[in-house]
């Protein structure tokens, strides 16, 4: 289902294909020390939406992540995106914080959220639970 598409400056790009036909991608940046990453992009075909595909690539990502001893990763939605917000959430994402007139045209406030990496999914799907960084159980991606 994935395919590992150009990386640039310490990003690492994943798409997903269903048959011939891409119909999501992510689009993750890892920081310069390692310490944290960043979903810089992440949409999924309109027509193939509510399917699981966006699931699978934050899983995917996640896996990146601590694959390569990166246990944080955060994200910005814009605060009026409910749905993607929700679907974060339903992913185990946490909002941590918000940045006032963090995007333009048109200028919103961005809400920013994270997760935990070491965390098996389950755990970090269970709502509620509060950010942990600090689980020690690792597994393959
Ligand atoms: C957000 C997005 C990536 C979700 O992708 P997706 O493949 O539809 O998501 P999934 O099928 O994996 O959804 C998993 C769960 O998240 C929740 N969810 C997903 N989309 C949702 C929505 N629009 N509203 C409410 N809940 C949603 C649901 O609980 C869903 O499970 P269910 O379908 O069994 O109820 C997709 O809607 C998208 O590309 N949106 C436009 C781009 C965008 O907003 N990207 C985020 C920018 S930061």
């Given at each position: 289902m994935f395919a590992a598409a150009r990386p640039a400056r310490g990003g690492f790009w994943v798409a997903?294909?269903?048959g011939a036909g891409v119909v999501g991608y992510v689009g993750l940046e890892l920081s310069a020390l390692g310490?944290?990453?960043d979903v810089v992009n992440l949409a999924?075909?309109?027509?193939a939406r509510r399917r699981g595909v966006g699931r699978a690539l934050l899983d995917k990502a996640v896996a990146?992540?601590?694959a390569r001893g990166v246990p944080l990763l955060?994200?910005?939605?814009?605060a009026s995106n409910r749905g993607a917000r929700r679907f974060y959430r339903r992913c185990g994402f946490h909002t941590v914080g918000r940045f006032r007139g963090y995007y333009e045209r048109p200028p919103e406030t961005a809400i920013l959220m994270a997760v935990g990496t070491r965390a098996p999914a389950?755990?970090?799907r269970r709502a509620g639970r509060p950010l942990s960084t600090s689980a020690s159980?690792?597994?393959?991606p």
């Open positions: 997903a294909t269903r310490g944290e990453a999924v075909d309109p027509a990146v992540c601590r955060w994200l910005r939605v814009r389950s755990a970090r159980r690792r597994t393959r």
